[in-house]
């Protein structure tokens, strides 16, 4: 739900009763209250809707196409699948595009072989959603007195008492840039072979490939507002995973009479992951 924030007028009206309070006379004076960059007069021409201004209506949508075919021995099944899932949050989204292919093969009467894999690149935008200048400030220390610009275009910035340098939601909403790319790649190979009546044994092999990038961008118009810093810092965190897993396995089934059955099962497992930091 929405939630409850005091407008312009609202907020003027309780910090006029608090100086009051106070026993203080004449025109309030808002510094005295730790709000800077502001006079009393020209608080009275802003009346910002903080909520308004960084969120949005999400639109989440998704598309699929699957196709599949089987044959005597042979069977495939393939898919492919696009998500864009906005949140109510401006410039937060999560767009994903993933690929599957199957097939199992009947080599023998006894012995069948099966293979699977799979692509999927997902791409998060992101967006500092607590205190340290995102959303959380638009319930916290955004007041409805504070324009988003100034009068010559540039950002108004504000004292954020938690994070402990001058911000604005939507400036770091507009020029902070946080993506996360992901990539990965599940892959396996199978073979079923019945020794016996009774008796079947199976093997596979699993490899999993996952490659994971954050960056950041921060420029120099939000930095100098934070700092002294004049040109932009861009960082990428990085790395990239490989899982291997290979099993044997083998069951015997043994049916005792109508009512009782005996399964009995052994295998053997191994398994390794590789991780490097780019």
Same mark, same amino acid.
């Given at each position: 739900?929405?939630?409850k924030l ?7 009206q309780l ?7 106070? +026993? ?5 004076d808002? %510094?005295?209250?730790?709000? $800077? ?42 898919s ?10 401006? =410039? ?6 993933? $690929?599957?292919f199957n ?14 894999t %799979?692509?999927?690149? =997902?791409?998060?935008?992101r ?6 200048? +995102? ?7 955004a ?5 988003v ?11 954020? %008492? ?7 939601p ?10 996360t790319r992901?990539l ?27 490659n994971?990038?954050?960056?950041n ?51 053997f497992?191994?398994?390794r ?6």
């Open positions: 739900a929405r939630p005091v407008s312009r007028d609202e907020f003027l910090y006029e009763e608090a100086w009051i309070n106070d +026993g203080r006379v004449g025109k309030p808002l %510094s005295v209250g730790g709000i $800077t960059g502001i006079t009393w007069d020209d608080a009275h021409n802003n009346n910002t809707d903080w909520y308004s201004a960084t969120t949005q209506t999400g639109v989440r949508h998704q598309h699929d196409i699957t196709l599949s075919k089987g044959w005597d021995k042979f069977n495939v099944f393939s492919v699948s696009y998500l864009k899932n906005e949140t109510f949050i401006r =410039g937060n989204s999560y767009e994903r595009i993933s $690929t599957r097939m199992d093969y009947q080599i023998l009467k006894n012995l069948k072989a099966s293979f699977g %799979s692509f999927t690149s =997902g791409l998060n935008n967006i500092y959603s607590g205190w340290s200048g +995102g959303f959380g400030l638009v319930m916290s220390s007041l409805p007195i504070y324009p610009r100034n009068p010559d275009g540039t950002y108004f910035t504000f004292n954020n %008492s938690d994070a402990g340098f001058r911000t604005n939507v400036m770091m909403q507009d020029l902070y840039k946080w993506e992901e990965r790649s599940i892959n396996s190979m199978s073979l079923d072979y019945q020794v016996l009546k009774n008796l079947t044994v199976r093997a596979q092999g699993n490899y999993d490939y996952q994971i990038a954050d960056d961008f921060s420029p120099a118009e939000l930095l100098r507002a934070t700092r002294a810093d004049t040109t932009g810092i861009a960082r990428r965190d990085a790395n990239h995973t490989n899982n291997y897993n290979y099993t044997i396995q083998a069951t015997y089934n043994y049916n005792i009479n109508k009512f009782n059955s005996l399964s009995v099962t052994g295998g497992e191994r398994q992951s590789v991780k490097n930091d780019v």
